[in-house]
C-alpha cells in the first residue's frame, strides 16, 4: 500500500513551506548575515534533541566524532569506523558491509541516519548490506545509545548514529572557502582512499561539492580463516591462507549541494550518488554492487519574536539497487529500496530554562526483493510519527520528558501467497527524566523510558533461505509490537584533572522479537546444502549493563598534555529462551596519550574477553584477545591545518574474533596494519 495523498502532501507542506520560508527571508536579504560567535561544536549534540544539547548536560549516552577526528581516521565503513566507542560494536560482516551495533542491539533496531533522516537503503534487511553513506562524507557523526526514539520513531530502540555532512551548507564560510583534502594508505588490505570536500561562498549563495574513493585488496589475516572452535567441533582442517578471501572493496560516492542564506533562515538542496562493489567474504566468489542516487532539501526560518525559535524542515528521496553476483558474473538477487522521508521540527524559545520541541515525520518505502535466493516478498511500508520533547534546566537541578505517537504500515504479499497481507502498528512511547548537579563539575541524571517498535519487513514476511546468515528465516505475520521499559542512571564529572562519564542502565522486554532455531534442515538444491530452520518469535527479555569512559591528565604545561585514558562497558542479555544471541563480550581500554599543538601520540591497549553465554548450538563461543595499537600525528607547519599521521593497529597480530558477528568462526579481524596518510583543512 503506497501512502495516502493526504500523509504525503501533509509532509510535503510542511517541509515546503519550511524551506520557501528560509528562501524568502534569504532573498530579502541584501549582505549576508553576520559571523556566528565561535561555539565549541564538539560538545553540543543535536541528535538527541532539536534544541540540541551538551554532552556534560544529556542524561542519553552521547559520543561525538568531530571534523579533525574524522579527516584523520581509519578509512573504513560505518560500522567498523565507530566500533569501539564505549557500548558500541560492529556486525563485522565485511570491510564492505557493516552496521553498528549498541549495547547488543542491530539491525532494525539502531537506526542510522544522515542529516536526521534515514537513509531508505537496504542495511537493516542483512549483515551483508551496506549502509549507502561512507564514514568519509561526514564532518561529524553523533552517536546516541539507548531508546533515543522520541525523535526518531519506534525502530530506533537500540541507539542512533547520525552521519553529518555539510553538502547543503548552513553559512557562509569565512574567506568565501572552506574545506579538507584527505588521502591515506594501509599495509593490511594493500588499502588507498582519498577524499575531499570544498564549500565555495559569495553573498546569500553557498555551494559544496565533495567526493570518497576507497579500494582495498583481500586484508591480510593472523591465523586460519576457519576458528579453531569451529574445526573442533565440525572435525574440518584449518587452512592458513594468510589473506581473508573476497573482503575487497571498491568504493565511489560523490555529491553537490548548494543553499541560499539570509539572516533569518537558509534553505537548500543536495544530490548525492554512492557506488560501490564488495566481496560478501561468506562465499568466495559471491560480491555486491549497489547504487544509490538520493536528493536531499533541508531549510530553516527564525523567528524574530513569539513563542517558537525556529521552525525546521527536511525531505530525502532515494532510490536504491543492490545486486548479488554469482561466480560467473551473472546477477543473483536483486533489491530494491525506493521511497522518500521527511520531518518538520518547532524548536520553542528559551524561557527561563525551558527548551522544547514539537515534530512531525513521515516516511513511505517500497522494498523488492527479485531472484532465487529472495527470503522477504516486495512490501510497502509508511509511517507518520507526532512528537514532543521538553526540559527543564534550572542550574542546580532539572526534568526532562517527551511522547510520541507512531503510526506504521506494513503491506505485502508472503512468498508464495495469493492474497496480499496488511498489518498496522499503533505505538506510543514516552520518557522522564531528572538530574542534578549536587557540586561544581558533577551532574547525575536518572531516566525512565518506555518504547515500542512495530516488527520489520523480514520479521514479518520472511521465508527463504539467507545465505548471508546460513540460515532458512522463518518470519511471522501475527507478531506484535515490541515494547521496552528503560531505566538508566547517568553521572559526568568533569573537574580539576579529571574526566568521566558513567552509564548504567536495565532494559525490560515484553515480545522482544527473537530468531530462534525450530531444529528443523530445509535442503536447498541451488547450493546443494542443508540449512537450519529459524523463526521469528516473541519472548520477554532483559538486558543491562554500563559503559564507563574517563581521562586524568598527568601532566600539563599549556597546550601540551599527558592523559591516562580508559573506557569499559559490560552488557548482558537474557530472554526466556536463555541467552540472546550474539551479544557482545567486555571490553576494557587503556591509553597513554600525548596533545599539543604540533604533535599527538597514543599508545592503547584493548582487551575483549571471551563469551561463553551463547544461545544455542549454532552459535559458538569466542576466545578473549588483546589489541595492541599506537598512533602520532604531526602539523609541521604554523598555520596547523596540514596533519601528517600514522597508525599501527594490532601490533602483536593477535588473532581476534568479533563475537556479534555471523561470520566470525570464518572471517578473523585484520592483523597487524600500518596506515599514514595525510589531511589538509583550509
Known sequence: MRSSPTLRSLLLAAVGSTVLAGAAT?????????????????????????????????????????????????????????????????????????????????????????????????????????????????????????????????SAIGGVVNVLDDRIPT????????????????????????????TLGSGNFAFNIDGVKRKTDDYDIPA???????????????????????????????????????????AGVSYKNTDSEYGTVAEESVFIK?????????????????????????????????????????????????GWEARAD????????????????????????????????????????VYTVQRLDRGNHGFEGGLRYDRRELSGTPIGGVSQVNREFDNWSASAAAFIRPAQGLFLGLSLAHNERAPSE??????????????????????????????????????????GDLHLYHSWYDGFIDERPTGEQFYFAEEDENFPVYRFVQTDAKFYGFELEGAYALWQDGDRKLSLEGAADFVHAQTDFGPAARIPPYSVTGRLAWTSTRFDASAEVRHVGEQDRVANEFELPTDDYTLLNAAVAVRPFDQKNITLFAEARNLTNEEAREHVSFLKDIAPLPGRNLRVGVAYRF
Open 346 to 385: 518547532l524548536v520553542q524559545r528559551e524561557r527561563n530554562g525551558w527548551n522544547g520541541a514539537v515534530g512531525v515525520q513521515a516516511l513511505s518505502r517500497n522494498f523488492e526483493a527479485i531472484g532465487e535466493e529472495a527470503f522477504v516478498p516486495t512490501v510497502d511500508i509508511d509511517e507518520l510519527g
Open 171 to 198: 553559512k557562509i564560510p569565512d574567506g568565501g572557502v572552506s574545506g579538507v583534502v584527505s588521502t591515506q594508505a594501509s599495509s593490511v588490505d594493500d588499502g588507498r582512499s582519498g577524499f575531499a570536500r570544498v
Open 458 to 499: 523480514v520479521e514479518l514476511f520472511a521465508d527463504g533461505v539467507h545465505i548471508a546468515t546460513a540460515a532458512y528465516e522463518t518470519g511471522d505475520l501475527n507478531l506484535n509490537s515490541e515494547k521496552v521499559t528503560t531505566l538508566e542512571g547517568t553521572a559526568h564529572y568533569d573537574r580539576g584533572r579529571f574526566t
Open 224 to 266: 586460519p580463516a576457519v576458528s579453531a572452535r569451529r574445526a573442533a567441533a565440525e572435525g574440518i582442517a584449518r587452512e592458513d591462507t594468510g589473506t581473508q578471501p573476497n573482503s575487497y572493496t571498491d568504493l565511489e560516492t560523490w555529491g553537490v549541494g548548494g543553499s541560499y542564506i539570509g539572516d533569518k533562515g537558509f
Open 26 to 154: 534569504a532573498q530579502s536579504a541584501n549582505t549576508p548575515p553576520p559571523a556566528a560567535a565561535p561555539t565549541k561544536l564538539d560538545d553540543i549534540v543535536v541528535t538527541g534533541a532539536p534544541y540540541g544539547l551538551s554532552q556534560r548536560a544529556a542524561v542519553i549516552a552521547t559520543d561525538v566524532l568531530d571534523e579533525q577526528t574524522l579527516a584523520t581516521a581509519p578509512a573504513a565503513s560505518l560500522g567498523d569506523l565507530v566500533s569501539g566507542r564505549p557500548g558500541v560494536r560492529s556486525t563485522d560482516f565485511a570491510p564492505g558491509a557493516s552496521r553498528p551495533v549498541i549495547r547488543g542491539l542491530s539491525g532494525p533496531r539502531v537506526q542510522v541516519l544522515t542529516n536526521g533522516i534515514g537513509l531508505i537503503d537496504a542495511s537493516s534487511v542483512s549483515p551483508d548490506h551496506a549502509v549507502a553513506t561512507d564514514p568519509a562524507e561526514a564532518n561529524r557523526i553523533e552517536i546516541i545509545r539507548g531508546p533515543a526514539t522520541l525523535v526518531y520513531g519506534g
Open 290 to 338: 549497489l547504487n544509490q542516487e538520493r536528493w536531499d532539501a533541508r531549510g530553516e526560518y527564525r523567528f524574530d519574536a513569539g513563542p517558537f525559535a525556529a521552525l525546521r524542515g527536511s525531505y530525502g528521496h532515494a532510490d536504491y539497487t543492490h545486486t548479488e553476483f554469482e561466480a560467473v558474473g551473472e546477477p543473483g538477487t536483486i533489491f530494491n529500496s525506493d
